[in-house]
């Protein structure tokens, strides 16, 4: 079993002690009653996601599921409107009506075709997501397909593990999930910020800086992220002079940008949203600007979104980011382009894609779609076996040996599960900007990174 992360109760009292912010401070903190003289309590160690992720074995979930109807049903909870929708939502809904298309032309599962019904998730809208999960669950679906945002889905994942239902997310990053109490029913083609935090922080050394401000949206994403960039910032011996949290809510960061502004720092590593671009709007008001100052982005900003706020040309030419996946092949970028002619950025698409045929591919192997026995298939078909790249080729292994040990090497890489039900490696795009204010389709490098 997993357990639950600094990061998760973190996020548990931003969202339901709001008015008691004060109280999510460090772990070791005295605490005392209100009246008279408190005690001091020991807190158990947190565990540890990179020794987690060196763990490899199959998930073992302890649930029981409702009997089977014979046919694998997925629910869709990914970003269809919002920041994330702008960012995410059109590739993640072309790698998913691809990989729909692909496996039910191959034959389905379980010899039906697959049953997937999107809905959106928005940017964590209660009013969206709650009733989208309700839905599903209602619905008797074996997995849900999300969330896009990793806040999304730690509001929602103790729903849907709660029905003995599978979550496999396509591209949840923070790191709390790694080892998050969830009976082996969670899983991500995303690999955990762990791995991102340490590219996007050697780059900025690379590149000469020697300090650096991390700004970051104070939710799992963003502060998941400070935490990984501080971490390899300062392990290869760089100095992060100041942390900056935001509301991610605010629509005015002028004390935020005056902390940077004073702090004058080589580098800034932004980790935001669309807001991304009201921020860099003051921070250049402030003549801190990507021509005289180093500035880092993540996926979460890498999107053309964000610089549709901009009417001056080359506004954020000289700001760097880093999107998670291998380059895209020309194949499988025209295959995304013919779900969605309008496509501007692949982010996401080839995880969305694998997260699917990884799910279909599990239930074959399990025999059933009954969640708890596909689960117990999810890490095995990603690793140590037969390699094989697409669902058709996957699918006549295991047709004419169901025992057989498949090893799924998709769209967005090897895979390879670890025992938590994600990858231990990734590959990162650095990409830059264009003077029309949109990401350079090709990635100026590609960085490899593993445990």
Known sequence: MRQHTYWFRLLACLLGLTLFAAACGDDDDDETGGGGGGTEEET??????????????????????????????????LAETGDLGDILG??????????????????????????YDPKDSGDGDPDLATPAVQEHLAAGVDAVLGASASQ???????????????????????????????????????????????????????EGSEN???????????????????????????????????????????????QV?????????????????TIISGLTESGFTPSNK?????????????????????ALVGIKGTIPGAGVSDEFRTRLLEQDPALGTFTYGPETYDALVILALAATAAGTDEAPAVAR??????????????????????????????????????????????????????????????INTEAEEFKDVSL
């Open 44 to 77: 158990p160690d947190e565990p540890d996601p990179i020794a987690a992720l060196q763990e490899v074995g199959d998930a073992d979930p302890s649930c029981e599921a409702s009997a089977s109807d014979g046919e694998f049903k997925i629910g869709g909870l």
């Open 90 to 115: 059109a590739p993640q809904a072309a790698g998913a009506a691809l990989a729909v298309a692909d496996i039910n032309e191959a034959g389905g599962v379980l010899g039906a075709p697959l049953s």
């Open 152 to 206: 999304i889905s730690s509001n929602q994942i103790e729903a849907i593990i709660g029905e003995c239902t599978i979550m496999f997310s396509p591209s949840n990053t923070g790191p709390l999930f790694t080892t998050y109490e969830d009976d082996d029913l969670y899983f991500r083609t995303a690999a955990a910020d762990i791995l991102q935090g340490r590219v996007v922080a050697q780059l900025a050394l690379d």
């Open 212 to 258: 650096a401000v991390i700004m970051a949206r104070q939710d799992p994403y963003g502060e998941g992220l400070l935490e990984f960039i501080k971490a390899g910032f300062e392990d290869a011996g760089g100095e992060v002079v100041d942390e900056i949290v935001y509301d991610p809510e605010g629509t005015e960061f002028d004390s935020e940008i005056e």
């Open 261 to 277: 502004v004073e702090a004058d720092p080589d580098a800034l590593f932004l980790v935001g949203f669309n807001e991304s671009s």
């Open 294 to 314: 180093k500035i880092y982005f993540v996926e979460g900003n890498m999107g053309n979104a964000v610089g549709e706020a901009f009417t001056e040309p080359g």
């Open 377 to 438: 298939e999810i890490n095995a078909v990603t690793r140590e076996g037969e390699e094989c790249t697409d669902y058709p080729s996957c699918l006549a292994l295991l047709d004419a040996d169901p025992d057989a040990d498949i090893d799924y090497t998709g769209q967005s890489g090897p895979v390879d599960f670890a025992l938590p039900g994600e990858p231990t490696a990734a590959n990162y795009g650095i990409y830059t900007w264009a003077e029309d204010n949109t």
